[in-house]
Structures are given as C-alpha cells and as structure tokens.
C-alpha cells in the first residue's frame, strides 16, 4: 500500500535527530493510513445505504410475489454491486495495510467480506422467491451490522483526535440511520396489518429510542454546519408528520385497530427524513476526508521545518557539546514533557534546538492524548453497554432489544446513567 | 527486526480463508515485537538500577572531594556502561520496529537516547568534580525519569491483557523502587545535617507517600509468588529499622537536632531493602519475559490448527455454499460475537467452519479487549493525575512535590478519590 513504510522502517536510525525525523516520519505514515481508511469507512457507508435501499425493495418484490419493484429492485441491486466491488478491493488491500496490525479490524473485514461474497447467492434466492420476506431482511440486516461494527472499530483505532471525533459522529449517524430504515419497516408492517401488534410495537419503541440515543451522540461531536443540517431537517414537515405518526403508534394498545391507508404517509415520511440523513452523512464523509488531507499537508510542513532546524544545528555548532549542556539544565522543566505529564503552554515560537524540539512534540502528543480520551469515552461507554446487553442476553435468553429495555427499565428505576448501570452489572454481575 | 512482517503483509489476500490466516500471523507477529519490547524493559530497568548505583556512589565521592568511593563509583560506572551500550542499541532498533508506529514512543526513545548520549560528558564532569552533588543527582534522576516514563509508554502500549497486567505492576515496582532510592538520599543528607530541615522533611513525607502509592498498584497486578516475596521483604529487621526511623524524622519539628550517627543504619536498612526490591524486580522482568514466549507457543499452535481446518474444508466442499447457508443461519447468534458485544461463554469445542472460526477468533479478542481495559485503567488514572498535577505546577508556580500534596490535600478535604479530584481540576479549570 505505502512502499515508503518498508524502507522507512528498515533502516536501523543511528542517533538522536535520525529518530526525531523516524517519528515525524511515522506521524505522517499513520495520517496517510487513516486517510485510506476514512476512504474505506466512505464507501463502507455508502454500501450500508445502497444495502438498505436493496433490502426495502427486495422486501415489497417478495411481499407482491415478484409483481411490484421487480425493475426497481434490479436497479438498486445494479447500485449495490458496484459499490460492492469496490469495497471488496478495499477490504483485501486494508487487511494487509502496514500500520493495520489492529486484530479485532482484521478479523472483522473478514467477517464483512463473508457477509459480501454470500450476497449474490441471496439475490438468487429472493429473484426466485425461495426466501421469506423476513429471512430477506434478517440477512441484510446482518452484513449492514457488520459494516457497522467496522466503522466502530475504525473509529477505536484512529490516533488523531479531530478524525476520531468525527468518526464518533459518523459511526453514531450511520447507525441511527439503520435504526430510522427499520423503523420505516416495522412500521410499515405495523399500519399494514391494520391491527396494533404487541411485540411489532415494542420493536417499534426501541428503535425509536435507540435511534434517539445515536442522534444525540452525532450531534455531540458535529460540528455547526452539520447542526444547522440537522436542524432544517428536524423543521421539515415529514418530520412533523413522522412525530405524528410515532404517537399514534404508541397511543394505541394491542389489539386496537390502525387505519391501512396510513401505511403510504408513513413510508413517505420516513423516506424523506432517511434521504435527508443520508445527505448529512455524505457531508460528514466529506468532511473527514478534507480533514485528513489538511493533517496530513500539517505533518509534511512539520517535517521540513524539522529537518531545516537539524541541518542548521549540524552546520552551526558540534551537536554533541549543545545536547549535553541542554540535557542537563536544571531551569529546563523537562519533567513536564516527559509524555503524559505534559500541561504546559504551547509555546508559539519556532524551537531552536534538538531539546526543544523533542520538547515540543511531546507536549504536542500529549495534548493529542489528551482530546483523544474525550473522544473515544463515547465509544469505550458503548462498549460497556454492548457488553453488558450480551451478557443479560445469554443469561435470561432474551432478544437484543428485550435486554436493551430491561437494563434500561433498571437503571432508570436506580436512577443510574445507562452506562454506570452497565458497569456495575458487569463488575457485580448482579441478577435484576 | 522481523522480516517476516513485510512478507505477510505486502501480499494482498484474495479470500476470506487468507485473511483469516493474516489475522492470526499479525497476531504471532504482534507478540513476537511485545517479546521484544518486554526484552527492552527489562534492560531498562536493569539500566535504572544501575543509574541509580552509580548515583549514589557519585554524590559520595563529590561530597567528599573525591577521597572516597573512587574505586566503588568506578566500578559502578563500567556496570552501567555495559548495560548502557546494550540498551543504545536495543533503542535504535526499537525506534524502527515495524509495528512501533507510536508516536509517544518513539519521542521518548529519542529522549532517552539524548540522555544517554550525554552520560560520558557527565561522568567526565563528575570525575573533576566540575558539578556540585544536587546538580549530579538532578542529572542523574531526569535520566531515570525519562527511563521510567518509557516503561509506562510500552505497558500502555501493550496489547495482550497478562503482560499489561504485568508491565503496569513492572512500571509502578520500577517507580516506587526510585522513590526508594531518593528517599535514602534525602533522609542521609537530613541526618547527616544534625538538624531537621522543614522543605527536606516535606520532601521524604512526599517520597513516602508516593513510594505507598506506586507499590500498592504494583501489588495489585502481581501474583501470588510476588506478593509471598514481598511479605518477606515487609517481615525483615532492615524494613522494622526503617519504620522505626522514618517515624523519628516524621515526629521532629523543624530545627530539631537530629543524632548524625543514625546516617549510617539509615543508609543500612534503605539500601537492604532496595536490594531486596531489585531482586523482586528481576523477578518481575523473568516472568514477563517467559508469559511472552507462553503465548507466542500458544498463538503459533492455533495458527496451524486452523491452517489444518481450512485445508480440511477446502477438500470436503465446496466452500462458497457453506459460506452462504451459515453467514446467514438465523439461528446463529452472529450480532453477539461482532466486535464489542461478544459476551457468549467461550466453547470447548474446536471450531469446525469458516463461521465458527471467525466467531471464535471475534469471541476472543472481545474477551481480551475486555481484560485489557481493566488493566488500562490503572494507568489512564495514572495519566489524568499526572496531567492535573502539571497544570497545577504551571498555574501556581508549584514544585511537582507541592502540586501533588496540595491536589492530595484538597481530595481528602473534599473525602474524594484523588483520580476525581484530577478530573474536576482538568474539566473545571477551577483553583484551589
């Protein structure tokens, strides 16, 4: 992928500024490495939206018995398997990438391109019919998680603060659109059988709330232009007409009667609000790919100024002497940029020798460091909820959403955050 | 270092069968470099000790104008010398380890080396006395902190949850051992003054109380041969002496005539117990070092039981139609084992698919994911304390003895952790 990484990395540096320049060097190897990943998490969200829009279809041309949406479908399975050909590429050349020796990212691209290389053999089978409308779903639904869960695991592994507030946003988005797109299906379900269903219901109400959950987090790490997106759309009449709807829904008891006709408004409205997310998201991915670029230009300018300032040191005096008169001033508060404790001011002066500059790259991580926590509590939180759901999963046998409920009815009933529920479920592995 | 890594990973996979494989030898390959990382700590720490010998032969022989310990520093100098060439060459080669794309870590190898490099000059400096005790104890001590800080670098580093386990208990035994050491150094000179000395005094309370610290972590992640071996230490008359007169210099008020004679058991009993401390350390660094090679054997029979799976496989069908029929197995809790939400209880049985491979391998990492984190804590707490203290320094103008006592103080006025007291100082910027 990067033939610079190989010879960069093979030649044993033989002091002090040849490891400098290494690690200015390797700053930038692993920002062109996030570059080509954010490029795989684009196309990894435009596939899960072509997927999406293939599921929906593939839903009404099996529901009709092949006699609506046949045309409709093609296309969008056409959409689809370019996308896919492209990501599949991607993921065999991401899974040897230099830097990507990152375990859990490996096995899950396997796993994604399981998921890929079975979907021709699942349009097969809906072409012929020999699939139920819900077997249909259940196996989009399955390779559009696993895409998800990679998005996930990119954004754990990015080093870069910016980039990984970003990749927090758009990890929230994508799946609160896959939340929004399920909603759209049971509902329509719902409305279509013209009865209100208990469990339909409960599915209902979870994706309603887990999809309120993920636009919250989006939201907390977008920036204002993606707010002010956001806040048009919510002004929309569809959304207007979808919060309408939404309570009829959860107005009525089971068994009451939903007036069929209401099916269209509904598939309408959440259509639009789904069109509209899906337009945020190509901005976000905008964003994150301009964002990488301006880094990277950052970390090239860096390293031209820190080679001029080791050639000017080398021309102008004998290094040695000037280390070791630096190394040891006692007024130099070196302690304090030694890694995690670094806090002082950024100074905005240009260093001027060996010291400084190893002084100011340290204090330059370690406020990396710093931003970079903040950024990743929101996914290290969801982690802890994951965790603990899989655990009330295993242990009652219930369905994912019924464990979601059930911690959640628990933690509000303490008073706890979700989060700190989870936690202490795990830590005390407590019965409730 | 490891020219197998460019092989495996220059050569794009073409299936999911040699991702798998790729997952697994990235896996080997990542334990062979924490081998060598672990190697690397251990010579670092060895370098610490020896430092800190020569440290002290060194104040010795400039305290008393050379007449004694010339022969004992001497000595003392072609140990560390020794230790020292080794470890200059294990830092070159760390510094362009393929897998050592961290930043952090790379700037403090570089930091270090400086420091090394500058060793010669300071020893010259010594032997013709051009350099006062407390300047050759400063320069001697930023060296061992930059030593210390990379023990904790690479322990944040690691992937595997035993050795970081291990490396966090390594750290903290590494740092209270240096507290050890300046608190003999401190508590000579107070003693050899004749009287007690209030800023000295505030000094080896401070000492105390980190050492207390740092030990407390370390015994927390030790096992149980290490604890049996700290018991003893605690148990020894040298450790019974040392309570004895640490209390004597706790109770003496500033101005006190403290008894000279005391210089010498004082010396005595710190320094039997710092040597029983070095040889638990060495301890430490052995079982490290055989946990690393434990799980390369483990990792390297895995890769060749599913190297024999997937030849198995490929032989008795056709790989494809198995793919397709179990990726989308409704029955097969698949969601659970994607990434974070692995909770399932791990199965005896040997995995007898391309699925239950993968899942295997997802349920694992999850597993060790979880692991990790809880031996991760204790250094992300670590680093939030770290970094308040030195906003505290710079705020107040404060020494890190100082900031470090007021934040301790102002935590227990307030009955919090200090961990929460850190944070609210770094998230309300308040004063105090």
Chains 1, 2 share one sequence.
Not at 58 to 73: H, L, V
Not at 184 to 203: N, Q, S, Y
Not at 240 to 259: C, F, I, T, Y
Not at 417 to 426: H, I, T
Request: aromatic share 6%; charged share 25%.
């Amino acid at each position: 992928m990067n033939p610079q990484n190989t010879t960069i990395r093979n030649t044993v540096p033989s002091s002090v500024s040849d490891i400098v320049l290494l690690a200015k060097r390797l700053e930038i190897d692993e920002l062109k490495h996030l570059q080509s990943r954010a490029h795989l998490v684009g196309v990894i969200s435009h596939m899960v939206h072509a997927l999406q829009a293939e599921r929906g279809a593939s839903s009404i041309y099996i529901a009709s018995d092949g006699k609506r949406f046949e045309e409709t479908r093609l296309k969008l399975v056409g959409e689809s398997e370019s996308v896919q050909r492209l990501l599949r590429d991607l993921i065999l050349e991401e899974s040897c990438a230099s830097a990507s020796s990152n375990a859990r990212i490996v096995a899950l691209l396997a796993w994604v391109l399981l998921g890929l290389d079975a979907l021709s053999d699942l349009r097969a089978r809906i072409t012929s019919l020999r699939l139920s409308g819900s077997e249909s779903v259940a196996a989009f639904s399955r390779i559009i998680a696993g895409l998800i869960a990679l998005i996930f695991e990119v954004a754990d592994a990015s080093v870069d603060p910016d980039i990984s507030r970003l990749l927090v946003s758009l990890f929230n988005l994508v799946e609160g659109k896959e939340f929004a797109g399920q909603e759209r299906a049971v509902g329509a379900l719902h409305f279509g059988a013209g009865r209100c269903d208990g469990p339909l219901k409960e599915r209902l109400l979870y994706l309603i709330d887990a999809q309120a959950r993920s636009f919250e987090v989006f939201l907390q790490f977008a920036d204002a232009s993606l707010h002010r997106k956001w806040a048009v759309m919510e002004n929309e009449d569809y959304t207007a007409e979808l919060l309408r709807l939404r309570e009829l829904l959860r107005a009525a008891p089971p068994g009451a009667v939903l007036d069929p006709a209401l099916s269209d408004p509904w598939f309408a409205c959440c259509s639009n609000r789904i069109t509209a997310i899906w337009s945020i998201q190509r901005d976000l991915v905008e964003a994150l790919q301009q964002h990488c670029a301006t880094l990277i230009a950052k970390a090239e300018e860096a390293l031209l100024d820190s080679e001029g300032l080791l050639r000017s040191l080398r021309e102008a005096q004998p290094p040695r002497a000037d280390a070791v008169d630096r190394f040891f001033d006692p007024h130099l508060a070196v302690e304090q940029s030694l890694s995690f404790a670094a806090a002082a001011p950024e100074s905005s002066q240009r260093p001027r020798s060996l010291i400084e500059l190893l002084q100011a790259q340290s204090r330059h991580l370690a406020d990396m460091e710093a931003e970079l926590t903040s950024a990743k509590r929101a996914l290290a939180e969801r982690k802890v909820i994951e965790r603990a759901k899989g655990v009330i999963m295993v242990r009652f046998g219930l369905s994912e959403d019924e464990a979601y409920t059930r911690m959640r009815k628990a933690s509000m009933d303490r008073n706890m955050r979700l989060v700190d529920m989870a936690e202490f479920l795990l830590a005390k592995a407590i019965p409730f």
